[in-house]
């Protein structure tokens, strides 16, 4: 049986805590991250906070072995003097959205090669997807995945407004965002590009940006212009 102790009451330590109490040969305490008198011991403990806090948090945890779940913060983020990790699990959570944690990719690290086995069973009882990545190339793979999350979720929020703004129902492009999402499994996203920017279809252009507003016009332009220089 491993035991591990979850710190944080946010989407990802909420996630975690939930799927680790499913798992049949895990032990799992989870306490909020403000009550740090009294830190229960366990075999690997998950500093789970805003990614500002994992240096104060850490600093204050004298188990054996810590791992932070920060995308972008390097593993040396952590101030315990003990063993040092990282558990980090490439997907959005909310915590009113379930999650299905076997097409979660686990992005793992860790200073001893027994402390990345032990984080790699861990993984295991929840997923397949496993990778060992160092915090160089993390902070690089945080970074794509803003552009095709969160950049790509905001562009959804400009669709829906300009949907909103002429009475058309947002769900008329859920077949082709879905469609957009699935080509990209057997084709390389600058050859499944399609549009009137790759196009140079100039005509087109003109009459988009003639109906938007001064911001979103903005970001029309950059967006046609990094796709016609092929960035």
Do not use: W
């Amino acid at each position: 049986m491993i035991s591990i102790l979850i710190l944080g009451t946010g989407n990802v330590a909420s996630h975690l805590n939930k799927a680790f109490l499913k798992t049949e040969n895990v032990d799992v305490i989870n306490i909020n991250s403000r009550d740090l008198k009294v830190v229960p011991k366990a075999d690997v403990t998950f500093v789970a906070v805003s990614d500002d806090a994992i240096e104060e948090v850490s600093s204050k945890i004298t188990n054996s072995f810590v791992v932070h779940t920060s995308g972008s913060f390097p593993l040396k983020s952590l101030k315990n003097k003990t063993n040092k990790g990282v558990f980090y699990m490439l997907q959005t959570f909310s915590k009113e959205k379930k999650v299905n944690f076997s097409e979660v990719p686990f992005c793992l690290e860790a200073e001893r090669i027994s402390d990345y086995m032990l984080l790699e069973t861990l993984a295991k009882s929840l997923g397949s997807k496993i990778y060992n990545i160092n915090s160089k190339q993390r902070i690089s793979l945080h970074i794509a995945a803003v552009f095709v999350n969160n950049f790509t979720n905001h562009i959804y929020k400009i669709g829906n407004d300009i949907c909103k703004k002429n009475n058309i129902p947002f769900e008329i492009l859920h077949p082709l965002i879905k469609e957009t999402a699935i080509k990209i499994e057997s084709l390389p996203p600058g050859i499944a590009q399609t549009g009137p920017a790759v196009r140079k279809d100039l005509k087109t252009i003109k009459k988009h940006l003639e109906l938007l507003d001064k911001e979103n016009k903005k970001i029309y332009k950059i967006l046609t212009k990094s796709i016609q220089n092929g960035n």
